[in-house]
């Protein structure tokens, strides 16, 4: 896009200026918004958003995914069918990366005691079953 954008964005940084006032919908598969999501935010995923448009109110919609492709597509989605839109440029990556409250999945129970040992060995057999994966 050049410097045109068929509709708002704005940056992490504007959206905490209005968040949690503002309906906020992230597009982001089911499993992704369950790993880590903006707390009040409806996960409502691309490919759903077309037959889920009653689930939404008429007011300004701030739509963001992972990166801001997915939401910036759900943004031309929804004002083709008259919504106002706003697009999330960098979507939750950019939120998290500004420092703003995101909700987990799971957190440890003890994350004093058991996380960093865990994390390490779940980062090697990760890394072991993605090279072996690519080698065999």
């Keep these: 896009m050049s410097g045109n954008h068929p509709h708002p964005t704005i940056s992490a940084d504007e959206l905490a200026t209005v968040w949690p006032r503002v309906t906020l919908v992230d597009v982001r598969s089911r499993e992704e918004h369950a790993t880590a999501h903006i707390p009040g935010s409806l996960n409502i995923p691309l490919e759903e958003l077309p037959s889920r448009l009653a689930n939404l109110p008429g007011s300004t919609i701030h739509v963001l995914c992972g990166s801001g ?68």
């Design 69 to 136: 492709k997915r939401s910036s597509h759900a943004a031309r989605i929804l004002r083709g069918h008259g919504y106002q839109a706003v697009n999330v440029a960098g979507g939750i990556t950019e939120w998290y990366r500004s420092g703003y409250p995101v909700t987990y999945q799971q957190p440890p129970e003890n994350p004093a005691r058991q996380a960093p040992r865990h994390v390490q060995a779940d980062r090697r057999s990760f890394a072991r079953r993605l090279f072996h994966r690519r080698t065999a």
